[in-house]
């Protein structure tokens, strides 16, 4: 049985961006594209619709990049409206305390420590990191790049936005901080 939330995600999804009830049934495309929207936000915007596994940053009047990106597993995505406040170029991490007590096989190595992974190649945020704030209040959501190309196009992080590496890069460079984000 379908949830009013996915019914509701699923319906505004489809106003935003043409044809894309009918597009469940093409290929999955990561490739940045220039693509028309439907709804009219401003410049400078970004959407991103977790049940297609698109970001959309808003070029000009009904006009957008498209990137590949992959979401959230069931239960852990943010949904909502937030800004960027922070950006970092091959940012440091740590998995949050819910991370490691949720994963204790794949993050035990943070368990009872204060390490932090520095940035570099072997980092899971990747390449460039954005960072979701909601009034002021880091959200620990990002936008980020990735170790796991394999997973564009898929619901398997720990709520975060993963994009390829190149494809963030070149986000990063268009955003600036203060970007308003909404995740639908």
């Not at 290929?27 to 009219?40: S, W």
């Not at 990735?146 to 564009?152: A, G, L, S």
């Amino acid at each position: 049985m379908i949830s009013r939330r996915t019914f509701i995600a699923t319906a505004a999804s489809a106003a935003v961006v043409p044809g894309l009830a009918s597009a469940q049934g093409e290929a999955f495309d990561p490739t940045p594209q220039y693509v028309r929207i439907k709804k009219d936000y401003q410049p400078g915007q970004m959407l991103i619709l977790p049940r297609s596994y698109y970001l959309y940053f808003v070029t000009e009047p009904r006009k957008a990049i498209r990137y590949g990106v992959g979401v959230g597993k069931a239960g852990l995505e943010f949904t909502g409206t937030a800004t960027i406040d922070v950006k970092k170029e091959w940012p440091s991490w740590r998995p949050t305390d819910e991370m490691i007590e949720r994963s204790p096989e794949t993050y035990g190595r943070f368990k009872g420590n204060t390490y932090v992974q520095p940035g570099g190649p072997d980092n899971p945020l990747g390449a460039r990191a954005l960072y979701l704030f909601q009034n002021g209040v880091d959200t620990y959501f990002r936008i980020h790049g990735t170790t796991q190309p394999e997973t564009i196009g898929q619901s398997a992080s720990n709520g975060c936005i993963r994009m390829l590496n190149e494809h963030v890069i070149d986000l990063y460079n268009r955003v600036p901080i203060g970007t308003v984000v909404t995740v639908l």
